[in-house]
């Protein structure tokens, strides 16, 4: 039987309410985007018209999006000790690529007919499909399981991690990603500058987690959290005249600035300091994502 979805309605957008959901224990959409729809929306017209400029974006940021992957994989590297990492919601598979240059053995899913292909046209190993249509057909264990912006897409977080636990190995990790929403600074900012809340993305982003809500969602499915951190806090550059809500080119200004600041530690050989921030930032429920790595409940 599935759940009954109730709570305090938090915004309105377009035919959905954003619920504070008392039997899920986090935010999300009501009603649920129709599961038909959502998949024509990914397959067909996610990259191709919701986000064109998607690939050349993350060419134009390789260098930047590569130290987030060269932590990533040091990170996962003291955690578990194999190679294999199952990339779910690779997208291009840029991670992937930058992964099996250093030695491990991807593999990828990805709904996208378009971003898969180019994957697969790189010479990655990268199943065109959802999650569960790979479950059914896939004999294998992964040491790691990589799961970047993808539970805030999904209808069901909780089925989709439970899917992930019966893919990985007794040890493995499972990294997970999303965006730390509905914070004090987002709206904070919002309601200072009479703006819209740019956060709340419909029909694609359906869940809306915080630190509290998202580490109860892994323990809920069996996993135990034993890192975690954030990423650039860049809603506060809307306090100090970044408005890139609603100008674009102030968006663009407030990305360059992201971008700099990862590159300018990475120059000066001070990750670690930089790392500091981003934990302290996490531990204040601060940042723009909410980044765990997590094992099984033993």
Request: aromatic residues 12%.
């Amino acid at each position: 039987m599935d759940k009954i979805h109730k709570g305090k309605i938090l915004d309105k957008v377009s035919d959905y309410s954003v619920i504070d959901c008392s039997n899920c224990n986090f935010k999300h959409l009501l009603p649920y985007p129709n599961k038909e729809e959502l998949g024509k929306f990914y397959s067909k017209k996610y990259y191709q018209s919701y986000k064109p400029n998607y690939f050349t974006e993350d060419l134009k940021d390789e260098e930047y999006l590569n130290i987030a992957f060269d932590e990533r994989l040091q990170i996962i590297s003291k955690l578990t000790n194999g190679k294999n990492i199952l990339d779910v919601g690779c997208g291009a598979g840029n991670f992937m690529a930058f992964s099996k240059k250093r030695g491990w053995n991807p593999v990828g899913i990805e709904p996208s007919n378009m971003a898969a292909k180019r994957a697969q046209n790189s010479g990655l190993n990268v199943f065109e499909g959802e999650l569960e249509g790979f479950v059914e057909i896939n004999e294998k264990k992964f040491d790691v399981i990589h799961l970047k912006n993808v539970l805030e897409h999904v209808i069901s977080p909780e089925k989709t991690l439970i899917n992930c636990m019966q893919l990985l190995k007794e040890d493995g990790i499972v990294y997970t990603e999303v965006p730390n929403d509905y914070q004090m600074i987002q709206k904070f900012a919002v309601k200072l500058l009479k703006e819209r809340k740019s956060w709340i993305s419909v029909p694609d982003h359906i869940n809306y987690f915080n630190f509290k809500s998202f580490r109860n969602l892994l323990a809920k499915v069996g996993l135990k959290p034993v890192k975690r951190t954030t990423s650039f806090p860049i809603y506060m550059l809307l306090l100090i005249g970044y408005n890139f809500i609603s100008n674009k080119k102030e968006g663009i200004k407030a990305h360059q600035i992201r971008v700099n600041f990862e590159l300018f530690w990475d120059k000066v050989r001070l990750r670690l300091i930089k790392n500091m921030i981003y934990s302290i930032l996490s531990f204040l429920h601060m940042g723009r994502t909410i980044i765990f790595y997590s094992k099984k409940q033993l």
